[in-house]
């Protein structure tokens, strides 16, 4: 039988049921789930945030296991935090102000687990989460840990090793540097205001934030550009499918509206890829991860 809708995991409120859905919040349960899954012989796909995900309307035939947790769990140690990469990146962020600890104020308001923040070396204002990382705990599919240096992880622009890995992040270290808690609380404000007049709030607008990934430097877009700048230029704007719209103050950002399906976006995003591909003759890279068989709805 059908197991949970996925739509209910993710920002974008899209996607099909599961086999079954784990929930687990602490590395010790995520421990146990490999292990009973593992036994069972029993497929799955791990989900943190569900804010980077477009799923099937079709769902997904296999379990999903989801390493998420409301309440932050951060240790600080001297200048170093440890997380729990549950731990929403936001709640790093901000216990980062609170402890006047300078280094990941750039991640704040940026939805997800810092788990997926890690994967897809997830930052914003020049500055990426890779860059602060001294080590991280993996687990392989079979619940066997490891500790692995942030240069093992092959960081680039949104991407490290952990992508096409069946390894999965449980805890990470991060090197801070001691700062002046007030201006770190004001600059939190202010790049909390600065996403508030640019992107639609994920809480209570469905959308998975910038679909596609900024376009890396190359002789036909110079230093790295914004997607969004190219999607304009291309009129990405004025285009919709279905239930799907871009967001009228950032191209690059696909919403979905009432009655909207996953084939709506999935749609979309490929007609405002090929009108960048035919303006500017430039490839766009999605950033947003897709799942399941678009075939099937």
Known sequence: AAGPRLSSYTTFHLGGPCRALVECASRRELVQALNDLGEAGEPFTLIGGGSNLLVADAGLDQTVVRYCSEKPQVV????????????????????????????????????????????????????????????????????????????????????SRLQGSDAIVVTARFRMRPGDRERLRAHRQEILLLRAARHPDWRRIPTAGSFFKNIEPT????????????????????????????????ANIIIAERGCTASDVLALSLLMAQAVQEKFGLTLEREVRVLGDFAKS
């Open 76 to 159: 600080r140690e001297g200048n170093v935090l440890v997380v729990q990469c549950s731990t929403l990146l936001d709640d790093l962020a901000l216990f980062a102000v609170q402890e006047g600890l300078d280094g990941l104020v750039s991640c704040t308001g940026i939805p997800g687990t810092v788990g997926g923040a890690i994967a897809g070396n997830a930052g914003a204002f020049g500055e990426q989460i890779g860059d602060r990382l001294v080590s991280a705990t993996l687990l392989d599919r079979s619940g066997n840990e490891r500790t692995v240096s942030a240069e093992e992880l092959g960081f680039g622009y949104r991407t």
């Open 219 to 250: 002789s036909k877009a110079d230093r790295r550009q914004a997607a969004g700048w190219f999607l304009e230029q291309a009129g990405a704007k004025a285009l919709r499918v279905g239930g799907a719209r871009t967001y009228e103050k950032h």
